[in-house]
């Protein structure tokens, strides 16, 4: 028996340069941590030739060149990409991606020939509207919350909606509203006055055009990270991480305060239904919607009674979870991401380190709300045993300073939570700046 395998051009290439001994030169989009450490990770891999960060951070340059590009503007990315050869582009943020970077690319006769590592706009949209997420995982039997949607010319069916469920309520903005657009209230006049917030009064801008009400999970919350070349799919470290500012679970929502991999509460059994029940019939119904979405999926899930459900899809990886997720991966990054471009994910290994990952976040005085920026960072060079990812600092020559809400990401491997733990709180005393801030209890709730 003969297996005919009909190669794109595009994997013809790849395959060309890798076989003649070529490296690759390598674009990575984004300036946070996830982005960090997607270039610490790509940096250690035998195929790269030469590594570029657009627009990058105080962190990234210590693994490759920085580049005053921002992650969207794709005239600015598709001159650099042409002048410096690049051979594959790895989109970090969401931004880019439901904008469409991707179909820029294949639309543009000299940009077709290189690879994105992100999905399409229309695979995008998993994340950039909850709605589509929420009808999709609908039409494909995907365990999730009860739900509807609604509009300010529905805003009275809405209420009456909200009057249906038990507290406590919850209000998703349909579009990207930078990881705050999601409301969880216990008191059904505050939720109607959101609600009306939201449709009426664009408290989350255009995002908020439409709202999706769903049921509230009582469950524990973790991540699950999925690689796929549109056919086959890696399964990544498993991951929790911490969203809210204060000690215990308390305080406004943030982008993440800390995050531990792997997540003890996940037994091989319930990964099993992860992957039987979720994982599998996404990639399936991506198939079923024409979607070819290279890339990577974060689906986020709240166990209820050892039970999957999927609370939300992200077309990326999150962050901070990035930052204990491939610390733990052994393989070549850069070989998984050929793999992907090429559609032979299948073909490639993929280990996974046993050890458990801590990532502890410091942030500035005042996150999530109003902060100031440009504080000098001290003690970065005193850290031992960890690796220190950087979410948001710039830096003018040696010295290091706040850019950003979310400032630094300590991460450290130990053969236990509680080991990992302390070598992330052991380094986060050798580091400060004015204002800094991070919570002390993350992965309490596991031990």
């Known amino acids: 028996m003969y297996v005919i395998r009909v190669w794109t051009f595009e994997q013809i290439r790849i395959f060309e340069k890798k076989s003649s001994g070529d490296k690759m030169r390598v674009l990575v989009l984004g300036s946070g941590g996830r982005e960090h450490a997607l270039s610490w990770k790509i940096a250690q891999s035998s195929h790269l030739e030469e590594l570029y960060i657009a627009p990058g951070n105080a962190g990234t340059r210590l693994h490759g060149t920085n580049v005053s590009i921002k992650a969207d503007d794709f005239q600015g990315i598709r001159k650099f990409v042409l002048e410096k050869n690049i051979s594959i582009v790895v989109v970090g943020p969401e931004d880019p991606l439901v904008k469409g970077i991707r179909d820029f690319f294949e639309q543009d006769e000299e940009l077709k020939k290189i690879p994105v590592i992100g999905p399409d706009k229309k695979g995008a949209q998993l994340e950039g509207s909850k709605d589509f997420s929420k009808v999709f995982m609908e039409k494909y039997n995907i365990p999730t919350a009860k739900y509807k949607t609604f509009t300010k010319d529905t805003l009275e069916e809405g209420y009456a909606f909200l009057a249906?469920?038990?507290?406590?309520?919850v209000l998703k903005a349909d579009g990207l509203a930078a990881g705050k657009g999601v409301l969880i209230l216990d008191n059904l006049?505050?939720?109607r006055a959101e609600l009306s917030n939201m449709l009426l009064d664009a408290k989350f801008g255009?995002?908020?055009s439409r709202v999706v009400i769903e049921e509230f999970l009582k469950g524990i919350e973790l991540s699950v990270f999925v690689l796929t070349d549109g056919h086959s799919y890696k399964i990544l470290p498993e991951a929790k991480d911490y969203k809210r500012i204060g000690e215990g679970d308390t305080g406004l929502n943030t982008g993440g305060m800390g995050a531990v991999s792997p997540v003890p509460f996940a037994t091989p059994d319930f990964l099993d239904k992860v992957e039987n029940q979720i994982v599998i019939p996404t990639i399936k119904g991506l198939q079923q919607e024409d979607i070819n979405y290279k890339g990577f999926i974060f689906i986020g899930l709240m166990a209820v009674k050892g039970e999957p459900f999927v609370i939300e899809y992200?077309?990326?990886?999150?962050?901070?979870?990035t930052e204990v997720v491939l610390p733990r991966i052994k393989s070549d990054l850069l070989d998984l991401f050929e793999g992907v471009a090429t559609g032979t994910l299948s073909e490639r290994d993929i280990e996974f380190d046993e050890k458990?990952?801590?990532?502890?976040?410091?942030?500035s005085g005042g996150y999530p709300e109003s902060y100031e920026k440009g504080k000098t960072i001290y003690g970065l060079n005193e850290v031992e045993n960890c690796q220190v990812f950087h979410a948001g600092t710039t830096s003018d020559g040696p010295v290091v300073t706040s850019a950003g809400g979310r400032v630094l990401a300590v991460t450290a491997l130990g053969k236990s939570i509680e080991a990992a733990l302390a070598k992330s709180y052991n380094a986060l005393e050798k580091i400060e700046f004015e204002g800094a801030y991070y919570r002390r209890d993350i992965g309490q709730d596991l031990l």
Not at 356 to 363: D, G
């Open 206 to 208: 255009d995002a908020s």
């Open 164 to 169: 249906k469920l038990k507290p406590p309520y």
């Open 314 to 321: 992200n077309c990326r990886m999150g962050d901070p979870e």
């Open 189 to 191: 006049e505050e939720a």
């Open 356 to 363: 458990t990952a801590t990532t502890v976040m410091m942030v």
